[in-house]
């Protein structure tokens, strides 16, 4: 599982990252703080089983805090990307080229407007963010566009002298950018591409392009700053005029301080959620006008800092991946005695074998049955599993 951020310079995606990953990173207000990719572990939530067997589990991975299971994800935070990234100005091509293999991506966009298309610091609202989504929308299609382009000629051309299937071609020259032989079938469909491709237009390219990249690459947008006066405003102009996108609220400033303020036990805070406990007598007047503030101007504005919805969005809404637990009938402990100690995160209408491959390839090769833990019933090794499914893989001995 591979989340990318990326956007513009200094729209706070150094901090989103920080705060997701609490990894250690430069942050700062001009453009090109991070100048190579950073990756780190960020962490969805799922709600845990370990209240259906009343028992307490023991993570190996993440950590559950009252039965929400906090799952490991890879997150990569891309340098900002500017107008003409795509033929390769401002290091554009090595930056585009790090999003590639990315199961979805997450465009930060400064919603306050307090960023120029450079990075620049402004004024608030002084600049509109529906340029910078029109722009990397823009950036993307058109590299898209130059991995298609590139070579066009002689390969339509050999698509024509060898008699190759279109798609199967098409989803080989773009397997880098997750492109499979269906997808590129559904959108050689939808565009009606049925002539030859040599005869494609430029404007087919384009379309082609456009359209690859919307299924290989699913976005959301986190409308970062929202804490700042007036961006509700842009927030619900932008949710009106891109419908198409899932347009999400965030303070990545405001889950980082909370996040700090937690592991230096100033306070109890679970990620994602709308409220925090003070737990200790050491704070100053400072730091309780800050969390204060965000209280008031985010958590109850908008139900949380957003930086948490986010992720969890990405991965189960628009990607509709689901939590499946290895476990026993009779023993939900792993050798060590931990409870329940891993959670794994996998595609929709996966099933019971390709859990069994997910576990241990042998474990696949030799699988003869499963068992739902829940039901206690034998399942085949076609079953679909279901969001929060416990299973027992039965191997040959």
Not at 10 to 15: D, E, L
Not at 175 to 182: A, I
Not at 240 to 267: G, M, Q, T, V, W
Request: with cysteine; glycine share 6%; aromatic share 10%.
């Amino acid at each position: 599982m591979f989340l990318a951020l990326f956007g513009k310079p200094s729209v706070g995606k150094s901090t989103f990252f920080k705060a997701a990953t609490m990894a250690e990173t430069e942050i700062a207000s001009y453009p090109f703080t991070t100048l190579k990719p950073q990756e780190g572990i960020a962490y969805v939530r799922v709600v845990c089983v370990e209240k259906e067997f009343n028992v307490k589990c023991n993570p190996r991975f993440g950590l559950c805090i009252n039965g929400k299971r906090f799952v490991p994800i890879k997150l990569t935070d891309i340098p900002g990307i500017i107008e003409g990234s795509y033929q390769g100005l401002g290091r554009g091509n090595e930056f585009l080229s790090s999003i590639a293999s990315a199961d979805a991506l997450i465009h930060i966009i400064d919603i306050s407007g307090s960023t120029n298309e450079k990075g620049n610091l402004l004024k608030p609202l002084s600049y509109d963010p529906a340029k910078d989504v029109k722009f990397l929308e823009h950036e993307l299609d058109m590299w898209y566009y130059s991995l298609i382009k590139k070579g066009w000629d002689k390969f339509s051309k050999t698509l024509e002298h060898d008699n190759l299937n279109v798609k199967k071609a098409i989803a080989k020259q773009l397997s880098g950018l997750r492109v499979t032989e269906d997808i590129a079938e559904t959108v050689i469909k939808k565009l009606k591409l049925i002539h030859h491709p040599k005869d494609w237009s430029d404007k087919d390219l384009k379309d082609l392009s456009r359209e690859l990249r919307i299924l290989t690459k699913p976005m959301i947008i986190a409308a970062n700053k929202i804490d700042i006066l007036g961006s509700k405003l842009n927030l619900e102009r932008l949710q009106k005029e891109f419908p198409e996108y899932k347009i999400i609220p965030c303070s990545s400033d405001s889950e980082l301080a909370l996040r700090e303020a937690a592991k230096h036990k100033l306070i109890e805070y679970i990620p994602g959620e709308n409220n925090f406990k003070i737990i200790s007598d050491k704070l100053t007047d400072e730091q309780k006008k800050a969390l204060d503030y965000m209280k008031k101007n985010v958590l109850d504005e908008y139900n949380s800092t957003g930086v948490q919805e986010i992720l969890d969005y990405a991965v189960f809404e628009m990607l509709k991946y689901i939590s499946i637990f290895p476990g026993g009938v009779n023993k939900l402990e792993d050798k060590d005695g931990n409870v329940l100690p891993d959670c794994f995160l996998m595609p929709e209408n996966s099933t019971a074998l390709d859990f069994a491959f997910r576990l241990h390839t042998d474990i696949g090769k030799n699988f003869i049955k499963a068992i739902n833990v829940k039901t206690k019933m034998v399942i085949g090794k076609e079953y679909k599993l279901k969001y929060g499914d416990v299973v027992e893989i039965v191997v040959k001995k």
